[in-house]
T-cell receptor
Framework: DAGVIQSPRHEVTEMGQEVTLRCKLI?????LFWYRQTMMRGLELLIY????????DSGMPEDRFSAKMPNASFSTLKIQPSEPRDSAVYFC????????????FGPGTRLTVT | KQEVTQIPAALSVPEGENLVLNCSFT??????LQWFRQDPGKGLTSLLL?????REQTSGRLNASLDKSSGRSTLYIAASQPGDSATYLC????????????FGTGTRLQVTL
């Protein structure tokens, strides 16, 4: 199994530009989570999907952030327009289901907004 | 609001020592607790998952215990090796919050030769 796949691994962009982060779930998993990690705030959940449906988006910081699951195995996290304070490492994770199952994390995307 | 704290924040031990990492959480109403390791610049690797009904889980040299009533978990690493050097994170899923993991602050471990 290839594990959770994220792309790109590194992204450097200028303030105001649109950024799209991508995530491919582990085959057979039906829950998808987007997290953000910063030195100041640690790891925080942004949004969580179950069976392609967003369940909890209370962690999405602003309307500039949006996430989608166009199919059962793929998700995107978009930031438009990006700001320097969005600089962080963004992780996605997948699991077999909710509540009782382990979450498996991807390698992360390091985003730098200048 | 669930808060998860890990002590110590950093730890340096010589190779071969047994060590204990601590995790405490303020709300004992949890579904499960998960321990992860994170290597510098890398993602998180799941080490152990303990369901709320369980007391401990073991994997190789790792043993994690859970005392839900007191809001504590420990990760025991036996016979530490330099390859164990990493940041260790605990995270809990609070009852009623679907699968929202709340992460601890992490313990940065260095095992020296």
């Amino acid at each position: 199994d290839a594990g959770v796949i994220q792309s790109p691994r590194h992204e450097v962009t200028e303030m105001g530009q649109e950024v799209t982060l991508r995530c491919k779930l582990i085959s057979g998993h039906n829950s998808l989570f987007w997290y953000r990690q910063t030195m100041m705030r640690g790891l925080e959940l942004l949004i969580y999907f179950n069976n392609n449906v967003p369940i909890d988006d209370s962690g999405m910081p602003e309307d500039r952030f949006s996430a989608k699951m166009p199919n059962a195995s793929f998700s995107t996290l978009k930031i438009q327009p990006s700001e320097p304070r969005d600089s962080a490492v963004y992780f996605c994770a997948s699991s077999l289901g909710d509540l009782y199952y382990e979450q498996y994390f991807g390698p992360g995307t390091r985003l730098t907004v200048t | 609001k669930q808060e998860v704290t890990q002590i110590p924040a950093a730890l340096s031990v010589p190779e071969g020592e047994n060590l204990v990492l601590n995790c405490s959480f303020t709300d004992s109403a949890i579904y499960n607790l998960q321990w992860f390791r994170q290597d510098p610049g890398k993602g998180l690797t799941s080490l152990l998952l303990i369901q709320s009904s369980q007391r401990e889980q073991t994997s190789g040299r790792l043993n994690a215990s859970l005392d839900k009533s007191s809001g504590r978990s420990t990760l025991y690493i036996a016979a530490s090796q330099p390859g164990d050097s990493a940041t260790y994170l605990c995270a809990v899923v609070k009852t009623g919050t679907a699968s929202k993991l709340t992460f601890g602050t992490g313990t940065r471990l260095q095992v020296t030769l």
